[in-house]
């Protein structure tokens, strides 16, 4: 090939990177809180549905343009039964022991990472919502056991304090987060009587956590004001799609 088909390569290669950032870009100015959507998950750390929920449709929102609107609650409880005796809380939890310890861990990340303060710009914390996406997406029940990979988790994640987040689980502290989590699942329904349960702005609708279940963009965006983000009509992947196919195009000609 020629430096000059190389050159064309290169610049129609550059073309299509420039669209999908100007895809991402887009309504970035939106970061503000007056545009947010308040989104509450109430959910189980060894839910087989809210793994899926978490890792099929509310985490891949959270990549893009979306993620400028939501004002994001992760509340990790669920059917979780509990009650203080003596000094401390008990917790009977809907899937088991090892599903506690993992409620106890997403809350205490919740609280540890960047001590609980959202990303600059963001209605969440990046970083701690992509830890616990990790997790929802990893931990593995081996026999009667269950791996929850918190190493493996923080290191992909650039969690710096696993230590304090791990003792914080077990201990006093990590049951605490879990009672005021509770108490948040407990204004809601008591019992919550799905898992998981999607809240828009702070009202509870059927209909709306039957859509955001399979379809949480779709939900998001009857909520969103004003000019909402490509993702509300699918113009952003059908405009990247088309970009693609042009550079390919173009490319394969070259080439040949």
């Known amino acids: 090939m020629s430096f000059l088909k190389v050159a064309l390569v290169f610049s129609l290669a550059i073309v299509l990177v420039a669209a999908q950032h100007d895809d991402h870009a887009h309504a970035g100015h939106t970061n ?133 987040i791990e003792n914080c689980a077990q201990h006093t502290d990590g049951s605490n987060y879990l009672a005021k989590l509770g108490a948040l699942t407990d204004v809601i329904s008591n019992p919550l009587k799905s898992v998981p349960t999607i809240v828009f702005n702070k009202q509870f609708k059927a209909d709306d956590n039957a859509l955001a279940q399979t379809n949480f963009v779709k939900a998001l965006c009857q909520y969103i004001q004003g000019n909402k983000p490509s993702e509300c009509n699918g113009t952003s992947t059908l405009r990247i799609s088309l970009v693609f196919l042009i550079v390919a195009g173009f490319i394969t000609k070259l080439i040949n």
């Open 32 to 164: 503000h809180e007056n545009h947010w959507v308040n989104v509450a998950v109430y959910y189980e750390s060894l839910c087989p549905d809210s793994r899926k929920f978490f890792t099929q449709q509310l985490y891949p929102s959270l990549q893009g343009n979306l993620s400028n609107f939501v004002n994001l609650t992760l509340v990790p409880y669920g059917k979780t039964k509990m009650e203080f005796k003596t000094s401390q809380y008990e917790f009977e939890c809907h899937h088991g022991p090892k599903e506690c310890e993992g409620n106890k861990m997403q809350a205490c990340a919740l609280n540890l990472i960047d001590q609980g303060k959202k990303t600059e710009g963001f209605g969440f914390n990046k970083v701690a919502v992509a830890f616990i996406n990790c997790l929802m997406d990893k931990t593995e029940k081996k026999g009667d056991d269950t791996i929850f990979p918190s190493k493996e988790c923080a290191e992909i994640n650039h969690v710096n304090n696993l230590n304090m």
